[in-house]
């Protein structure tokens, strides 16, 4: 069964660059959400879409945007970053907002240097 | 925002011992899931369940939801159970972002 893709899998940034993240959600799958795992943490939400609209935020920082496409991808994209922003990103999509199990992506680990 | 307790933090087994874990919530929930993340960091839905028992194999989860607790239960553990188990919760009228427990490490040996 096709899963959550995410791309790139690493990703090594220094300081103050930008980093922009994507996420293919399973087919037919119309709720897709990114969430920030740091090293021995649990996964925190970031933001949420659902029919390409952003339907719940998070934790999510200024620095930080997101959105939903046509075709359901979903990008993250990361300004500014800092040393702190090292993390895994995962992305995850349901069927319907929140009635669903949740499939999460591999995650894109994000060094930044 | 709702507190997601589990507990035990850390579990160390041998194989085909059984466990369980547990998982309380602070608040009325609408939304249930158990995760397994693997030593490699992928995350795995094992339940979805708000309400009521499931069984998966050798895994099994029961939530009370009037009382605010769900429990995992793993029996036979093998050494390919090995990892952190997740609780989430979805709380009531505020959104539909998953909220996740600290989680429990399990490490099962052979």
């Known amino acids: 069964a096709a899963g959550v893709i995410q791309s790139p899998r690493h990703l090594i940034k220094e300081k103050r660059e930008t980093a922009t993240l994507k996420c293919y959600p399973i087919?037919?799958?119309?709720?897709v959400y990114w969430y920030q795992q740091g090293p021995g943490q649990d996964p925190q939400f970031l933001i949420s879409f659902y029919e390409k609209m952003q339907s719940d935020k998070g934790s999510i920082p200024d620095r930080f945007s997101a959105q939903q496409f046509s075709d359901y991808h979903s990008e993250l994209n990361m300004s500014s970053l800092e040393l702190g922003d090292s993390a895994l990103y995962f992305c995850?999509?349901?069927?319907?907002?929140?009635?669903?199990?949740?499939?999460f992506g591999n995650g894109t680990r994000l060094t930044v240097t | 925002g709702i507190q997601v307790e589990q507990s035990p933090p850390d579990l160390i087994l041998q194989e085909g011992a059984n466990s369980t874990l547990r998982c309380n919530f602070s608040?009325?929930?609408?939304?249930l899931q158990w995760f397994h993340q693997n030593p490699w960091g992928q995350l795995i839905n094992l339940f979805y369940?708000?309400?009521g028992t499931k069984q998966n194999g050798r895994l099994s989860a029961t939530t009370v939801a009037t009382e605010r607790y769900s429990l995992l239960y793993i029996s036979s553990s093998q050494t390919t159970d090995s990892g952190v188990y997740f609780c989430a919760v979805e709380q009531e009228n505020s959104g539909y972002a998953l909220n996740f427990g600290k989680g429990t490490s399990l490490l099962v040996t052979p």
């Open positions: 995850a999509s349901s069927s319907g907002t929140g009635r669903s199990p949740l499939h």
């Open positions: 087919p037919r799958h119309d709720t």
């Open positions: 369940i708000p309400s």
């Open positions: 608040d009325s929930v609408n939304n």
